[in-house]
């Protein structure tokens, strides 16, 4: 019932800046939560950042400071602004929205930061 596009991903040199981008669609409350999971190579899933339709913010330790979450209501998108990348932020990032106890997942964009 709810897809969601991302966009954004690629090759960045340690120390540069990439934006991602994840819209949503289809039946969605005005109550809901999006955000960024990432996964690197060889390990677990992990929590980057989550914003509620309400404003509040969450952000994992390791991006504090460094990233940004956002989002525009009206056009169900979300936002990820990932400055100061390290080669150790190098994963597969994920959008995820929980929907009235229902989650969905984008199909992951890859973010190599290399030089």
């Known amino acids: 019932q709810v897809q969601l596009v991302e966009s954004g991903g690629g090759l960045v040199q340690p120390g540069g800046s990439l934006r991602l981008s994840c819209a949503a669609s289809g039946s969605i409350s005005s109550i809901n939560v999006m955000g960024w999971y990432r996964q690197p190579p060889g390990k677990q899933r992990e929590l980057v950042a989550t914003t509620g339709s309400g404003g509040i913010f969450y952000y994992a330790d390791f991006v504090k400071g460094r990233f940004t979450i956002s989002r525009d209501n009206a056009k169900n998108t979300v936002y990820l602004q990932m400055n100061s990348l390290k080669p150790e932020d190098t994963a597969v990032y994920y959008c995820?929205?929980?929907?009235?106890?229902?989650?969905?997942w984008g199909q992951g964009t890859q973010v190599t930061v290399s030089s």
């Open positions: 995820y929205m929980n929907n009235l106890g229902s989650a969905s």
